[in-house]
C-alpha cells in the first residue's frame, strides 16, 4: 500500500533541464512531485529533508542497456533482472529498458517469460530501478555494420512470420514499452517499419548504411530515433550524406550517444553537439554485464570479452558496448566541459522524450512522477525516491553500493527543532 505522505527536500541545488535553481526545494505528495521552487517560506509536509549541499536532480533513464553486476539480460532470472535492477538504483537509474542483442527464437521467448515473470512483481522492491520496457538491438539490422552484434542471427523481413516472435510481448496492466532498433535499407525494411509502427513501437534506426533517403522515407513512418551515433553507422561522406547526414540535418531526429570515453571521441561530441543543439541529444549507456565488475575477461553472448582500463573488446577487436553506467556518462559530459543542468538532461528528459513518456517521467517539474536523485559532489545517489518512496543509499557500504568511501559531506537528516 503506497503511503500518500507528504515530503519536502529542501536546501540543495535543483538540477532543472535548463539551469541550477539554487537553493530550492521540491514537495512531493505521494508518488508526484507536486510543486517545485525557490521561494522562501517552506510548504508543511509530514517528513522535511534538509538536502543542502547536495544537488537534487531526476531519477535517469536508461534506454539502451544490455547489463551489469555480471548479469546478462539474454540469460538473466528473475532474481538476476532483481539483483541488475538494484544496482542501477545505486547509480541513479530509475527506469530501463532492458536490451537484447540478435539471438535465436528460443532465448528471445526465454527473455521474454523472465520479463513476463519479473516486471508485474518489480514494484514491490523500491530500492530497485523500474524495468520500463525491453528495446530490441536488431536483428533487422544490416551484416554491413554489426559492430559486435552476431550476424548468424541477423534477419530480414519478407513476411510477418519472421518478426513473430517478437511481436507478443505486451505485459498486460503494466506501462511496457517496446523498441528496436534496425536498419530500414535492410531487405522488407520500410514494410516492417510500418508493421511495428502499427503495433505501437518505439523505433530506432541503427546498425545501418541507410541512404540519406530511405532514412527520409523511415522518417515519415516515424522513425526519427538514431541508436549510439554515429557508431555503427557508415560514415560521413561528402557524396553520400547518408544517415549519418540525415541524423545531424533532420531537425526531427533525436541522437543518442555512448560517452564512455570509448565509443567516441569527447570533441566527435562536442562536435555533435554543436551541430545538433541539446534538445536533438540522449545518453545511454550501452552497458554489459561486466558493468561495476573491473577489467577482465567475460563470457558474455557466446564470446569472450575481454575488458582493459574500462575498454571492451570481443575477440574480433570490435568494441564491444560499455562498462560504464549513466552517472559515469554524465560525469564525462561535466569533465568535457558540457554544464550540469544539460548533462543531466541528456539522461532525464531527453531518453524520456524518446520513449515518449515525458509527459510523467525525467524532470523535477509539478505533476511528474517522484523519482528523484540527491546527489553527492560526484553525483553519487545519496538518497534516491522512486515513486515517492525515500531509500537512503549512504547506510549500505560502499562496496554494496559500488560507490566511492564516504565524500565528506554531511548526513542527510531532518533538521532538528522543526516540524
Ligand atoms: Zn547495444
Known amino acids: 500500500m503506497r503511503t500518500s505522505r507528504r515530503i519536502l527536500l529542501y536546501g540543495g541545488r535543483l538540477v532543472l533541464p535548463d539551469r541550477l535553481l539554487e537553493p530550492g526545494w521540491v514537495l512531493i505528495h505521494g508518488e508526484t512531485i507536486v510543486e517545485v521552487s525557490a521561494a522562501e517560506r517552506l ?60 539471438t535465436d527464437p528460443a532465448q528471445y521467448a526465454r527473455v521474454r517469460a523472465t520479463l513476463a515473470e519479473y516486471v508485474p512483481e518489480q514494484e514491490r522492491d523500491p530500492r530497485a ?38 511481436l507478443a510481448w505486451d505485459i498486460p496492466a503494466c506501462l511496457f514499452i517496446r523498441m528496436m532498433t534496425l536498419a530500414p535499407e535492410i531487405e522488407g525494411g520500410l514494410a516492417l517499419i510500418e508493421e ?41 561522406h561528402h557524396r553520400q550524406p547518408g544517415v549519418v547526414g540525415w541524423a545531424l540535418l533532420d531537425e526531427r531526429a533525436t541522437l543518442d550517444l555512448i560517452a564512455d570515453g570509448h565509443h567516441l571521441d569527447r570533441r566527435m561530441v562536442a562536435l555533435v553537439r554543436k551541430v545538433v543543439g541539446m534538445d536533438r541529444l540522449a545518453l545511454i549507456s550501452d552497458a554489459i554485464a561486466a558493468t561495476g565488475l573491473g577489467d577482465g575477461r567475460y563470457e ?16 574480433a577487436g570490435a568494441l564491444a558496448g560499455s562498462v560504464i553506467t549513466l552517472r559515469d556518462a554524465v560525469r564525462h559530459l561535466v569533465q568535457w566541459g558540457i554544464p550540469l543542468p544539460e548533462a543531466m538532461r541528456m539522461a532525464t528528459l531527453m531518453p524520456a522524450r524518446v520513449l515518449g513518456v515525458a509527459e510523467t517521467f525525467g ?47 554531511p548526513p542527510i537528516s531532518p533538521p532538528r527543532g522543526d516540524g
Not at 528495446?135 to 530480414?156: C, I, K, Q, W
Request: proline share 7%.
Open 43 to 102: 510548504p508543511s509536509a509530514d517528513e522535511r529533508l534538509d538536502v543542502s549541499g547536495y544537488y537534487v536532480a531526476p531519477g535517469m533513464l536508461d534506454l539502451h542497456i544490455h547489463g551489469s553486476a555480471g548479469v546478462d539480460v539474454l540469460t538473466a532470472t528473475a532474481d538476476d533482472l532483481h539483483r541488475w535492477a538494484r544496482f542501477l538504483l545505486r547509480h541513479g537509474v530509475t527506469r530501463f529498458l532492458p536490451t537484447t542483442v540478435p
Open 129 to 166: 530501478a523500474s524495468v520500463l520496457g525491453v528495446h530490441f538491438e536488431g536483428p533487422f539490422v544490416s551484416p554491413r555494420r554489426p559492430g559486435a552484434l552476431n550476424p548468424r542471427y541477423f534477419r530480414t523481413f519478407r513476411s510477418l512470420r519472421d518478426v513473430e516472435d517478437l
Open 196 to 236: 511495428l509502427r502499427r503495433r505501437g513501437f518505439r523505433l530506432a534506426i541503427g546498425h545501418s548504411e541507410a541512404s540519406f533517403e530511405i532514412c527520409e522515407a523511415a522518417a515519415e513512418l516515424g522513425v526519427t530515433h538514431v541508436t549510439h551515433f554515429p557508431n555503427a553507422l557508415a560514415p560521413l
Open 300 to 315: 558474455i553472448w557466446g564470446e569472450t570479452i575481454r575488458v582493459v582500463n574500462g575498454r571492451t573488446e570481443n575477440a
Open 363 to 409: 524532470s523535477l517539474e509539478p505533476g511528474k512522477r517522484a523519482d528523484v536523485l540527491v546527489l553527492d559532489e560526484q553525483l553519487w545517489p545519496r538518497l534516491v525516491l522512486r515513486d515517492g518512496e525515500i531509500i537512503h543509499l549512504s547506510e549500505e557500504s560502499p562496496s554494496q553500493a559500488g560507490a566511492p568511501g564516504p565524500c565528506g559531506m
